[in-house]
């Protein structure tokens, strides 16, 4: 019985499809993009926007926004190759110490940031905005402008280590991808940022503490963040006050491309997921397919609409704000 | 003028309107009624042109038309006035009434606001509205809004060539009696400019005003009455709405027992709030069903919403179950076994988006999580015991409850308090824009309630209501009581008793 697709249905898988397209475009192109190789290049350059991604699909779930991943990536990549090395500059050490610590860290400055978005009604979009100022500031001051290098072999095995071809980061985030996935499905925690985003007013007549779930989401994304910031410099083994330009693009993209919908409410972080692959890919093919480089950002802000335009639901919404 | 013929309309898994014929007279009204789910709401979509049928025949003065969106069905002179306003609340009036049509008064790119608000002004008079076309919407009362509505698309008239067609959705849902009467002594002046297509839960409101009565059930045309006709009284047009009649035991009133005195779930001593309301002192047992009564804006609901803990008062002690409430807010109720049923269903009622086990554990899911993991397959579990109980039409637990029916959705809430233990419901009105089925199960559910040992502080939806139900009728008039009613069965107060203490 051929039964044609449901609409539902087809949004649903929609973000998987345009990355399926994408990769066979790619490939089309240049066949060395479809190699167990470039693959791998591209997940460890996806595995810290996937993790700032994840974070903010939290905050977006609940129809808020954070902008302050860059300041905050920084100034974690920052604190903690400071620590790291403080603390006797190899993992063998007592350097594992500084990886905790700076998650620990993150979850604060998200602290923060949520106190001051809820405490101080600031919305969401400028009081993260302003701390993320803050952050990469905070980042210049500690480090007067310098680079932080962590050369530590072992620490740097995130990176050259690999396993079936991938890198341990690679693992590794995917590791805290389903960590994320079971705070979406299986606590109250991830049940109350859909509440929250499906409808504030309810769930406070429902008894929720609101105040507290958005605190707890912009922790839980500064955590995610340091993650992010931890993966980035064992990538690029050095830390500085830039480290986190950029992932404010790439992570909001990806998760509006990956299906979540800013309003709130709706997706998840497998949507996210297929969000950084999709803008990974494209990131990656168009250095494959020899685009020149001055091209590369027109081009994939170009195709980031595209893919946004294939892949997410606009029809709910009258009026795309 | 206007017709269906056999007109087929599916969506997956649903037939939801099978081969409805229906047709309208120049200048006729005709009454469309149904409980809800049995396709008026798709049938008026298709009319106006935001569906369009899978099977049958629209036609126009015998011609057969497609419309692929609201606007071509405008253009053929089909209106719609909107049940959830559809006034966009900043802009001015006039701006709402030709928004989208502003072309006609622009002169060299700019607009003549002069010449709109004229034009405006013309169109308020056709429903004897005389306010200034310039007001901000949201500075007009309800009634207004609706009357603005309505203006808004009689403006069809000079835009369009043929005869107009206007359906009213539920228009008389939120107007006061008055305001009932001086829009059907309208509608009934303005079939001279167009034919309408009225539906509404309220019967007795069909009746007065229809020519023609479209009874629909499971999607189906099941009978259409004539005004004059056999078959032309409200309770036989109900029994074929809902295949059953609705007798005098519709509230239940022979399964009232009385409540137990000796338990006092809440007990509000000269409570001040915010406002108005003042030295509010009342008692609510256990298995007591005690209403509240009074027009809108007596502060009944502010009662009701310091009990839940969202409006703190400014002097007076409240006890629930005998622990003095000290700090107010909802979490805090929650936790003391309050539940609350509010009138914006959509708003504070369910969120559309979750499914049916997530709404319902929504305000307990510290009881189906150990360490705050949750236990999906025991909140599953008791989701379809809910839906059991309470015969939620639903496909599963993993429903969508953004698509379920009014009805449903409000067992929704109701199964969320009571799965959660709740023994304080707080119920404003909760068969508001329901049907009679639902309705009925509504009023079934108070009384197991109650029954089962719960006091509820209900704010009714109708005076009959509040009579049917109530163990104790508290009159509140301008922020005071007025009166204490009991309301034993059989020795209930009057609607005039009630009335005389109200204004």
Redesign the interface.
């Known amino acids: 019985m051929t039964r044609p697709i449901?609409r539902e249905t087809l949004i649903k898988w929609a973000p998987l499809l345009v990355l399926i397209a994408l990769v066979i475009f790619f490939t089309v192109l240049n066949p060395t993009f479809f190699s167990a190789r470039n693959f791998a290049r591209i997940a460890s350059a996806s595995a810290p926007a996937l993790m700032v991604a994840v974070g903010v699909t939290f905050i977006i779930i609940m129809g808020s926004i954070d902008l302050s991943m860059e300041g905050v990536i920084s100034l974690t990549a920052v604190l903690f190759s400071f620590a790291f090395i403080k603390l006797g500059g190899t993992l063998l050490g007592t350097a594992w110490l500084a990886l905790p610590l700076i998650l620990i860290i993150g979850g604060l400055i998200g602290f923060l940031n949520g106190l001051v978005h809820v405490k101080l009604r600031v919305p969401s979009f400028m009081a993260s905005l302003a701390m993320g100022f803050v952050g990469t500031g905070a980042a210049i001051l500690i480090t007067g402008g310098d680079i932080v290098r962590v050369s530590d072999p072992a620490f740097r095995g995130l990176l050259t280590v690999r396993w079936l071809g991938f890198p341990l980061m690679v693992y590794v985030a995917a590791v805290f991808l389903i960590v994320a996935w079971f705070i979406q499905?299986?606590?109250?925690?991830?049940?109350?940022f859909?509440?929250v985003g499906?409808?504030e007013?309810?769930?406070?007549?429902?008894?929720?503490?609101v105040s507290r779930v958005r605190i707890a989401g912009f922790a839980l994304a500064g955590v995610f963040y340091a993650i992010a910031a931890v993966l980035v410099v064992a990538r690029i083994g050095q830390a500085e006050s830039v480290t986190g330009s950029n992932f404010m693009f790439v992570s909001i993209t990806s998760v509006v491309v990956g299906g979540v919908a800013l309003w709130g409410?709706?997706g998840g972080v497998w949507n996210a997921l297929i969000g950084v692959l999709i803008v990974g890919v494209i990131n990656n093919g168009m250095v494959v397919i020899g685009l020149p480089d001055f091209l590369q950002d027109g081009v994939l802000g170009l195709l980031v609409i595209l893919a946004v335009v294939l892949s997410t639901d606009r029809k709910l919404v009258s009026f795309v704000k | 003028m206007y017709e269906l013929k056999s007109l087929d309309k599916k969506f997956p898994g649903v037939h939801a309107l099978k081969a409805i014929d229906f047709h309208i007279k120049r200048g006729e009204i005709v009454g469309l009624v149904g409980e809800n789910g049995a396709g008026k709401s798709t049938l008026m979509k298709v009319i106006y042109g935001a569906y369009q049928p899978d099977g049958g025949q629209i036609l126009i003065n015998g011609d057969a038309v497609r419309f692929a969106n609201p606007r071509q069905a405008m253009e053929k002179g089909i209106g719609m006035v909107f049940q959830e306003q559809s006034l966009i609340p900043n802009l001015t009036v006039m701006e709402n009434i030709f928004l989208g049509y502003e072309q006609q008064f622009v002169r060299l790119g700019v607009i003549n606001w002069k010449e709109m608000a004229k034009a405006a002004k013309a169109q308020l008079a056709k429903v004897k509205l005389d306010i200034d076309p310039s007001t901000v919407t949201s500075k007009l009362s309800f009634a207004q809004r609706q009357l603005v509505e309505l203006a808004k698309v009689l403006t069809l008239e000079e835009r369009v060539d043929g005869d107009l067609v206007i359906l009213l959705d539920e228009p008389t849902s939120v107007l006061s009696k008055d305001e009932v009467e001086l829009l059907f002594k309208l509608v009934r002046e303005l079939v001279t400019r167009a034919s309408f297509i009225f539906v509404s839960h309220r019967m007795d409101e069909v009746m007065e005003l229809s020519d023609r009565i479209y009874v629909m059930k499971d999607g189906q045309v099941v009978d259409v009455v004539e005004r004059g006709g056999g078959g032309a009284d409200a309770e036989s047009i109900q029994h074929k709405m809902v295949g059953r009649n609705v007798d005098k035991q519709y509230y239940r009133e022979q399964l009232q027992k009385p409540y137990d005195p000796s338990r006092v779930l809440v007990e509000m001593s000269g409570i001040d709030l915010p406002g108005r309301t003042k030295d509010i002192s009342l008692r609510l047992h256990a298995g007591e069903v005690l209403c509240l009564v009074g027009t809108e804006g007596s502060g009944r609901e502010a009662i009701l919403r310091a009990i839940y803990g969202m409006l703190s008062p400014t002097g007076g002690r409240l006890k629930i179950k005998g622990r003095e409430v000290r700090t107010y807010s909802p979490r805090q109720s929650v936790g003391l076994g309050v539940g609350y049923v509010p009138r914006e269903r959509k708003i504070e009622g369910i969120v559309a988006g979750m499914n049916v086990y997530e709404n319902m554990t929504l305000s307990q899911l510290k009881k189906h999580s150990t360490a705050s993991v949750l236990q999906v397959r025991k909140e599953r579990a008791l989701a379809r015991e809910w839906i059991r109980k309470l015969s939620i039409k639903a496909h599963s637990e993993l429903a969508d409850c953004g698509n379920l029916s009014g009805g449903n959705q409000q067992k929704v809430v109701l199964a969320k308090w009571r799965s959660a233990g709740a023994d304080i419901m707080l119920l404003d009105h909760p068969t508001r824009g329901l049907d009679i089925g639902a309705k009925e199960d509504v009023y079934e559910m108070i009384r197991a309630m109650s029954d089962a040992g719960v006091g509820i502080v209900l704010v009714a939806d109708t005076l009959e209501e509040a009579i049917g139900l109530s163990h104790t009728i508290v009159v509140v008039k301008d922020g005071r009581i007025q009166k204490r009613f009991d309301c034993v069965p059989g020795a209930k107060p009057s609607l005039y008793d009630l009335l005389h203490y109200m204004i």
Do not use: F
Not at chain 1, 185 to 192: A, F, I, K, Y
Not at chain 1, 202 to 207: F, N, P
């Open positions: 449901s499905e299986h606590t109250r925690l991830g049940r109350n859909y509440a499906g409808g007013e309810l769930a406070h007549a429902s008894g929720l503490d409410g709706i």
